[in-house]
């Protein structure tokens, strides 16, 4: 029998982190696609090693679903019964999700780029309304930077320590950036003042990191450190 870690009481954030953390390690270790997926007891029996109970399990996975880290799949299997008939049973499964993968791998030439503004409601900041999306031009050379900018826009959007507003003018400052990446001389001047307004991420739980990643990338494009 296995015995229970000893653990410090973790936040919201470090059990979401630590649940992120073993489906990214089934993912790498994966022969087929469907061990690259567990079902939820299998979920509750590894991670309650930490001390977690099942209520945090359960509470925490459900926010990284809703927030796209993690997908669900359902499985329904047909079977007959004793007397002939045939009946289905529906299983569930979680695995972890792109933007999971990229949380721990970095950006890729693959990845997917989000909707500027899905995750906000826009309906909840005054005097402002959708128009629609644009398009995604940026130029080669600053990629990296831009795909980066684009996860830490899907953090932003999927924090619950920052109002709608909030939100919408660091998403906006984001956007103000990436526009400027489809130059071949981006102005500098604009990004750094964009940039600048957006520090206080720099201290937010389950933010920082990628802020702090993103903040090495717009050091290197102007040249200065923040």
Request: glycine share 4%; net charge positive.
């Amino acid at each position: 029998m296995s015995k229970k870690l000893k653990m410090p009481k973790m936040s919201k954030d470090e059990i979401r982190e630590l649940i992120l953390k073993y489906l990214y390690n089934i993912h790498k270790k994966a022969r087929s696609l469907k061990s690259a997926r567990k079902k939820i007891s299998e979920i509750k029996e590894e991670l309650k090693k930490y001390g977690l109970k099942e209520q945090d399990i359960i509470s925490n996975l459900d926010y990284l679903i809703q927030c796209g880290w993690v997908k669900s799949e359902e499985e329904i299997i047909h079977f007959k019964t004793p007397k002939g008939f045939t009946k289905e049973q529906k299983k569930q499964y979680f695995k972890i999700s792109d933007a999971g993968i990229s949380y721990f791998e970095g950006t890729s030439k693959f990845q997917k780029i989000e909707k500027t503004y899905s995750g906000i409601n826009i309906n909840n900041v005054q005097g402002v309304i959708n128009i629609g999306d644009n398009n995604i031009i940026v130029n080669e050379q600053h990629a990296d930077l831009y795909k980066n900018l684009d996860l830490l826009s899907k953090v932003i959007r999927s924090s619950d320590k920052l109002t709608d507003e909030e939100k919408l003018n660091y998403v906006s400052e984001i956007e103000t950036i990436k526009a400027q990446l489809s130059k071949t001389n981006p102005d500098r001047n604009i990004i750094k003042r964009a940039w600048k307004r957006m520090k206080p991420l720099a201290t937010i739980s389950g933010i920082a990191s990628f802020f702090e990643k993103t903040s090495k990338l717009v050091s290197i494009l102007l040249n200065v450190s923040f």
